[in-house]
């Protein structure tokens, strides 16, 4: 079921001054002292009960678990994002999609043969180098973003890593991938605006906690959702699981589905946390 979060739009962050005036500002606690029982201490908030007026002309988007999101366009263009295996843990499924992106060349996050038909891939990588790639397809651009890391040591230990922003219904999405690392000046000033961070926070493979914090203040979204974390399809992963990022955090909703349906006039006024369920194996 998905859920059609109404609120007050404020411009987002759009300058990376701004940006850094931010992640000041959540340094020093903005965001800190929070409740992350579901409520959300903000002025967002879930009105609950599924798609309700206007929803049909929103993107939807689905979490899948790990890194693998289904973003949906209001013409219905479907846009997958690294795609795992039937063995990673969270079951045999067979997704679908027009486009799939791949932020780099792991197995659980490159299994294109998850998914049926014949979509355009997008590989954020090619030769171990970055990728410069665009797609547009009906109301949907996707475009990738090189210039981070999959560790902290310039890709020594676990190479480069790609982002890929997809832009829909209004909104601009960016999917951080494996980021390992707290990612340029330039990087984020190229990025530009983002309205919804896809963002890794179990630590280990990826940015911890600590840094997904800091992250995700340099590029300003009004929503963060975190993914790559410990869940109980993957238990025994070397990962955490979301607690410490929602930990002191202000401005959290557990959402309760795997779904929701954003448009820019139902964004929330400021920063949100927003917590998915994985989708349920069994189809896209």
């Known amino acids: 079921m998905a859920h059609d979060i109404r609120s007050g739009w404020l411009r987002p962050v759009t300058h990376l ?16 002292g929070g409740d992350v029982s579901g409520d959300p201490g903000g002025t967002g908030g879930q009105t609950g009960g599924g798609d309700q007026g206007g929803s049909e002309a929103g993107v939807q988007l689905t979490w899948f678990g790990h890194a693998a999101f289904l973003i949906t366009s209001p013409d219905g263009v479907r846009v997958l994002t690294d795609p795992y295996p039937g063995n990673l843990g969270y079951g045999s499924r067979t997704f679908a999609a027009d486009i799939i992106t791949v932020s780099h060349e792991h197995f659980d996050h490159n299994s294109v043969a998850s998914a049926d038909g014949d979509p355009e891939v997008l590989r954020g990588l090619a030769g171990g180098d970055w990728a410069q790639v665009e797609k547009s397809l009906g109301d949907v651009t996707v475009y990738s973003l090189g210039g981070t890391y999959h560790d902290g040591d310039q890709g020594a230990k676990r190479g480069k890593n790609a982002f890929f922003i997809v832009e829909a219904g209004g ?3 960016l999917h951080l991938g494996d980021l390992g690392e707290t990612p340029t000046a330039a990087v984020v000033e190229k990025a530009g605006r ?4 896809l963002i890794p926070v179990g630590g280990y493979f990826t940015i911890d906690a600590k840094e997904a914090t800091r992250v995700a203040a340099l590029f300003g979204a009004r929503v963060v959702i975190p993914m790559h974390y410990k869940t109980k399809a993957i238990s025994d992963w070397s990962i955490s699981d979301e607690s410490p990022f929602l930990e002191g955090q202000t401005g959290v909703e557990r959402i309760g589905s795997s779904q929701v349906t954003l448009d820019p006039g139902n964004l929330p006024k400021l920063p949100e946390i927003w917590v998915l369920d994985p989708a349920p194996a069994g189809g896209s």
């Open 194 to 197: 983002v309205d919804v961070l």
């Open 171 to 173: 909104l601009r999405f």
């Open 17 to 32: 001054a701004a940006a850094l005036v931010l992640s000041a500002a959540l340094t020093a606690g903005c965001w800190g």
